[in-house]
T-cell receptor, first 112, second 111 residues
């Protein structure tokens, strides 16, 4: 099993809909989880991080963590065309909190 | 006021040449990273330094040599460039093992 897996997409949603992005990880010892957004030709930027089981909300973004199922998701409510980007899930792995392993990313397109 | 900066932004060179990429952060972070993002957009860690000490050294050809003269700088030198080295190289920094902040990237093209 790959260390961090994401549904590769592409995922296409209409403007105003909820976009749901999923990520599973293999290292049960992972304690922190990060979601990055990367626009085409740009660098990744952090949009959410979560450490505890449950939901964490920040504006239109909600991160959901289930450590028992080794699953972390990102929900984007009221999706906007400006949300169109690749979303990368990142999890510490290899026994080091310093080493982030990134998923391959999910390309999201929000259609006006 | 740029947080993490890299130079150059673009680098086009011939196979066999040696080149360097520089990275600087003004966030006061103690940890810096080099990542490689290939044509399929897969982002993979290469090296990490914490307080100028190498703490992560992934399976990278020894043609790649990082150097951290101080906590705010991390450079990457690449010897004998090969076609497969063409990619975007990102520098990132963090305070300890917290959230990482990325630089704008250096697009390396080897001809």
């Amino acid at each position: 099993q790959k260390e961090v897996e994401q549904n590769s997409g592409p995922l296409s949603v209409p403007e105003g809909a909820i976009a749901s992005l999923n990520c599973t990880y293999s290292d049960r010892g992972s304690q922190s989880f990060f979601w990055y957004r990367q626009y085409s030709g740009k660098s990744p930027e952090l949009i959410m991080f979560i450490y505890s089981n449950g939901d964490k909300e920040d504006g239109r973004f909600t991160a959901q963590l289930n450590k028992a199922s080794q699953y972390v998701s990102l929900l984007i409510r009221d999706s906007q065309p400006s949300d169109s980007a690749t979303y990368l899930c990142a999890v510490p792995s290899g026994g080091s909190n310093y080493k982030l392993t990134f998923g391959k990313g999910t390309l999201l397109t929000v259609n006006p | 006021d740029t947080a993490v900066s890299q130079t150059p932004k673009y680098l086009v060179t011939q196979m066999g040449n040696d080149k360097s990429i520089k990275c600087e952060q003004n966030l006061g972070h103690d940890t810096m990273y080099w990542y490689k993002q290939d044509s399929k957009k897969f982002l993979k860690i290469m090296f990490s330094y914490n307080n100028k000490e190498l703490i992560i050294n992934e399976t990278v050809p020894n043609r790649f040599s990082p150097k951290s003269p101080d906590k705010a700088h991390l450079n990457l030198h690449i010897n004998s460039l090969e076609l497969g080295d063409s990619a975007v190289y990102f520098c990132a920094s963090a305070y300890s093992y917290n959230e990482q902040f990325f630089g704008p990237g250096t697009r390396l093209t080897v001809l």
